[in-house]
């Protein structure tokens, strides 16, 4: 007959008793030892939780994922934003089992770049450590639109999270439409290596609408998307043709007759006549 027990005490704060009964050989009587006793509390929560991804949804919120937590007692989960002005803050609060991943409703991630860590919390109140969580941050991709040069600048953030050894590369992509049909489905436009944060696309259509989004990439097949970004090219089409066919003079006007060719198509406002001194 064993002369030992372990128990595991499930308490946050309380007193446990601890007495031993035999029973005797008469029925209903027993045989009692002393009563021991104890304070147990529990006080820590050693958990550290790992995040998977930050991405941009359509919605423009920051959409998070993480690992699911080790521990049993643990009830819910604090995300934490860090903001620009009070630093680090907790702003909601998920139920453990919740699906992931968790779109933040207060997210501006269409208009900046947010970083977020995850700590859990047990039925205790104990928070686990955020120090030990490495934070991730979304990609905000945005755009320089030339319209006299007919030319597209996107540049987005690096990813933060995955770590320099971790990011591959990243993919741009773009779709085009025109009078709201779609002209290309979604397609790579550029592969960028890991330290590429900004791309240049010429040539740009008249009244055509670029749709663009970034993903990265990392060394274990994990992804994370940026927000979309559309744009209107409302660019002059140049013209095509520009051709001085015939110059003739008029001594007796006083005058020179030009003729050109010139390209109906083009967005022109008006042409301008240079002359230059003859070199004869």
């Given at each position: 007959t064993s002369l030992n027990y372990i128990d595991t005490v499930t308490v946050c704060n309380?007193?446990?008793n601890y007495q031993i009964r035999i029973q005797d050989t008469v029925r209903g009587c027993y045989s009692v030892s002393t009563i021991d006793s104890a304070h147990f509390s529990d006080k820590t929560n050693n958990d550290a939780i790992v995040l998977d991804s930050v991405s941009v949804n359509a919605n423009g919120n920051a959409a998070i994922s993480w690992g699911a937590t080790k521990y049993s007692d643990v009830v819910a989960y604090y995300l934490y934003y860090n903001d620009v002005k009070l630093g680090w803050i907790i702003v909601d609060t998920i139920p453990v089992g919740a699906t992931m991943p968790h779109e933040w409703t207060s997210s501006q991630a269409d208009a900046r770049s947010e970083q977020f860590k995850v700590i859990s919390v047990d039925s205790c109140g104990n928070q686990s450590d955020d120090q030990v969580v490495k934070p991730h941050a979304s990609i905000y991709l945005r755009n320089y639109l030339n319209k006299c040069e007919a030319y597209s600048r996107i540049s987005w953030n690096s990813y933060e999270g995955f770590g320099a050894d971790g990011v591959v590369g990243y993919r741009l992509w773009v779709q085009t439409s025109v009078g709201g049909g779609v002209i290309?489905?979604?397609?790579?436009?550029?592969?960028?290596a890991p330290g590429d944060t900004s791309y240049t696309q010429y040539k740009l259509e008249n009244g055509y609408e670029y749709?663009?989004?970034?993903?990265?990439?990392?060394t274990t097949g994990r992804t994370a998307s940026s927000n979309e970004l559309c744009i209107l090219a409302e660019v002059p089409s140049k013209s095509k043709v520009l051709y001085l066919s015939q110059v003739t003079n008029d001594p007796d006007r006083g005058s020179l007759t030009i003729n050109t060719f010139i390209d109906g198509n083009a967005d022109v406002q008006y042409f301008d006549l240079e002359r230059a001194p003859s070199q004869l």
């Open positions: 309380a007193v446990v290309d489905p979604w397609k790579v436009l550029f592969g960028a749709c663009y989004r970034v993903q990265v990439l990392d």
